[in-house]
């Protein structure tokens, strides 16, 4: 295996050589092998243990044995200890899953900060297994049917090709002491119980199991690799960017042989897993949306919005208050405000305005019930929302509409897009304000 290693890792991570490298380490038996294993090839190598308090002694006894271990290769060991149950029950997770941030969160720290390019995990080729066949019993997509990726930014797995076996056999070769945890022997999780029952059964069936399932993995890859550059392709068809915001057209969606795949697959990176949600959202009324830890998808007429977080703000949840000597401002937007003596055009951008017909203090504010405009160029009132919605604008584009007010609430300008005529400069008026958009330096 050693010799299998050595060429595995030098065809498929030669960047490793005098690379700064930490093994995220259990006590168990594919760890150990791999930290002494790496050793012996001479990688420059350190030790990374959680103890998750969730065995009692055998949890300390794992912790002494990977402490006495750092000793024997001379090697730094880094240690830490978590409540996993406090932590599990403050979130509401399984233990499982908490165990998983705490962990990957503390080598993600360890990684950053103490100089390490890479962290390697001890996964082999029965686990890439196991895991295929959790996916596979939970209607995977094909993502998860293409089992552990062997690099995952900094996180390498190179023990993937290896069996369960082929390891227990370099261990007891060469009198490699490990720890065995006893609730693997357990079948009450998942995994234990598929390879404690299911497995076995399956090489009993196929004794050449592993190596079938290694060329179904490749098989399932380049099927993959096949979807994404198809996606890749599709999206630029379907979609446009405006800023942070990709705007999905809905009607080109449709036409497509598979609208909901494609769907799926532009939109797996960003986290939506609860699929009847998204397609629902397709047929949904204006302004519905479903939302994960990084992203927003928004229903918006023809359109799906993929857009980062944002929530709905309260109309009167932000008020920027602006007095008659003031020059400029910065918040919620830069406007510049100047006495001139004459008027010119500057486009939607800028307005003038009469001073003397204003009530200070000005506001700067959203839209809320009831804001009526008298539109330069039109005759009679509108409300505000009105014209935002006849103009069209997304349920975002109206988010981001800022209205400039007087002291009495009555709308100037929707800032960029329309001025009220009952603040234009008087004829011959000698306080002609103008008041723009600018673009700060």
Known sequence: MEHKL????????PFLTGKNILIAISGGIDSVVAAHILKKLSYKISL???????????????????????????????????NTLEYASKRKLSTQIAARELRYEWFDSLVKNNGYDYLITAHHADDNLETFLINLSRGSGLDGLTGI????????RPFLPFSREEIELYATENHISWREDASNSETKYVRNKLRHTVVPVLKEINPSLLKSFGNTLKYLKQGQRIINDKTKETTLEITEKEGDTLKINIKKLKELSSPDAYLYQILRPYGFTEWNDVNTLVEAENGKLIATKSHTLLKDRDFLLLLPPYKLTSPDTQKFAINSDTLTI??????????????????????????NLLNYPLTVRKCKAGDLIYPKGMKGKKKVSKYLKDEKLSLIAKQNTW?????????????????????????GSASILQICIYQPL
Request: hydrophobic share 35%.
């Open 6 to 13: 050595a060429e595995h890792l030098i065809s498929n991570f």
């Open 149 to 156: 990726p062997e690099r995952n930014d900094y996180i390498l």
């Open 403 to 427: 209205l400039l007010c007087s002291n009495k609430n009555e709308v100037i300008w929707i800032i960029g897009k329309r001025q009220d005529r009952r603040f234009l400069p008087l004829k």
């Open 330 to 355: 910065s918040e919620p937007i830069s406007l510049l405000f100047k006495n001139v003596q004459k008027t010119t055009f500057l486009g939607k951008k800028s307005i003038y305005v009469d001073k």
């Open 48 to 82: 990374a243990h959680c103890n998750f308090q969730l065995r009692n002694k055998e949890s300390n006894d794992d912790e002494q044995f990977i402490h006495n271990l750092g000793k024997e290769l001379e090697l730094e060991t880094h240690i830490t200890k978590f």
